[in-house]
């Protein structure tokens, strides 16, 4: 691979390839999760390209990263549309060039190679997570390689490359690894100042641009950041400039005329952020759904239960004044049947103002939402009594109201601000296991 520009060259083929499943031979996928937020699509290319660099001295087809969400809703994620669309571009690619989940039948690769390895051999590299949504389970047998952030959920344990650490962005570790290829290769052509860029994004949005108070980033991330820092090209031609739609079913479609030609980590944090928070035009579905993951979680009766979480960058009290209580209740009520979930948590957060005319500040809120068909009363009761127990939230009730626990929708207040998805999680799942009923 002779190259980041000779990667992005191969993308525009990779659909084609995947949907021809007869003449596939081996072929390695790289799956970022399911939220595809813009740190798991970043890791997922990046870590394809790193990949397909090892894999060229034994003449192996390119790696093949795969945007886990559905092409059309890459319009509500207007920051990762920005930089991938811009940072392919310098590269002679285009955003369109990605395969999204939807682009192929992932059932009908898996069926194949599951039915005989005289097809060739399936390898799939997870980045961003550790283990397969729990719509993708078939893909467990066929990991052979895991980079990710999360808390380790101890599955894939065919996995002979598993690098799970705490670090604040997953891209980080990518950056890691390559950064050890051209060392080991001693190139300086592996790194290029465009693939610098769209490496250094995640990051800076991961960790709040390097914010001490928002404990997010590890000596890690601020290594790695620092090294990509001076391989940027932070003056960009004037063709970098982009417009992204924002569109859904209850509004008018804007348009936002935006430029990547900042000149700055300051400035190139602030514009993605910027874009990522904005979510005041999105209808309460595509709220629930911008930033979406699911798991399948047994009790401590052997039940299964599957649980959703969507985060969302707005503000509870926010969200409430627009659409009011009942709309937000409904929403939430029908996203729970759609996904068939058990249980649904909705992270709201970002900044507001705790009285009129103070500070902006910077807070957290938790909806917990159960089935009104799967669950019982005392199901419910202990689930939320765990919650309220759990040290990583500091749940405190938005209502007075929400004290009745045969309730099916709760509002919360969390204290603890620096727990994001990645905590609540194990707290959760924690929660579950311990259900007995």
């Not at 001076?230 to 005329?257: C, F, G, I, M, R």
């Not at 759609?338 to 910077?362: R, S």
Request: glycine share 4%; aromatic share 8%.
């Amino acid at each position: 691979m002779k190259g980041f520009r000779a990667f992005v060259k191969t993308l525009a083929t990779n659909t084609a390839r995947l949907n021809n499943v007869e003449q596939l031979g081996d072929v390695t996928l790289v799956l970022g999760n399911e939220s595809a937020d813009l740190d798991s699509m970043v890791s997922s290319i990046s870590l394809a390209y790193a990949l397909s660099s090892e894999q060229e001295k034994s003449n192996i087809t390119a790696a093949i990263p795969v945007i886990n969400t559905n092409r059309s809703d890459m319009a509500l994620r207007p920051e990762c549309g920005l930089l991938l669309r811009t940072t392919l571009a310098a590269e002679g690619g285009r955003l369109e060039d990605l395969t999204f989940i939807d682009d192929f039948d992932l059932s009908a690769v898996v069926r194949r190679y599951a039915e005989s390895q005289a097809h060739g051999q399936l390898d799939v590299w997870l980045a961003d997570h550790n283990a397969p949504a729990s719509r993708q389970t078939p893909l467990e047998p066929f990991v052979r390689g895991i980079v990710d952030h999360h808390t380790d959920e101890g599955r894939c344990p065919d996995a002979w490359w598993r690098q799970i650490e705490p670090v604040g962005s997953c891209t980080t570790l990518v950056a890691a690894k390559l950064r050890a290829l051209a060392i080991a290769a001693s190139s300086s052509d592996l790194i290029s100042a465009p693939l610098a860029k769209m490496l250094l994004a995640p990051i800076l949005l991961d960790t709040s641009n390097m914010n001490p108070a928002a404990s997010r980033a590890t000596d890690k991330d601020i290594e790695y950041a620092s090294w990509l820092v001076p391989q940027v090209q932070w003056a960009w031609p004037s063709t970098s400039t982009t417009t992204v739609n924002w569109q859904n079913e209850n509004s008018d479609s804007d348009q936002l005329s935006l430029s990547l030609n900042v000149h700055s980590t300051d400035e190139l944090y602030r514009t993605l952020d910027k874009l990522k928070g904005d979510v005041s035009h999105l209808s309460s579905y595509d709220l629930l759904r911008k930033d979406y993951k699911q798991w399948d979680v047994k009790d401590a009766g052997g039940n299964n239960w599957t649980v959703g979480i969507s985060s969302i960058s707005y503000r509870l009290r926010k969200w409430l004044k627009r659409d009011g209580r009942d709309n937000i209740e409904d929403a939430v009520a029908k996203w729970v049947e759609y996904q068939n979930l058990d249980l649904a948590l909705v992270m709201t957060h970002g900044k507001a103002k705790e009285e009129k005319g103070g500070p902006k500040i910077y807070g957290r809120d938790l909806t917990v939402v159960f089935s009104s068909t799967s669950t019982t009363p005392e199901s419910r009761r202990m689930v939320l009594a765990g919650l309220l127990a759990a040290d990583s939230l500091e749940l405190r009730s938005y209502f007075n109201s929400d004290a009745a626990t045969d309730a099916f929708i709760h509002f919360y207040s969390q204290t603890r601000t620096t727990s994001s998805r990645k905590q609540v999680f194990p707290a959760i799942k924690s929660v579950i296991e311990a259900v007995s009923v």
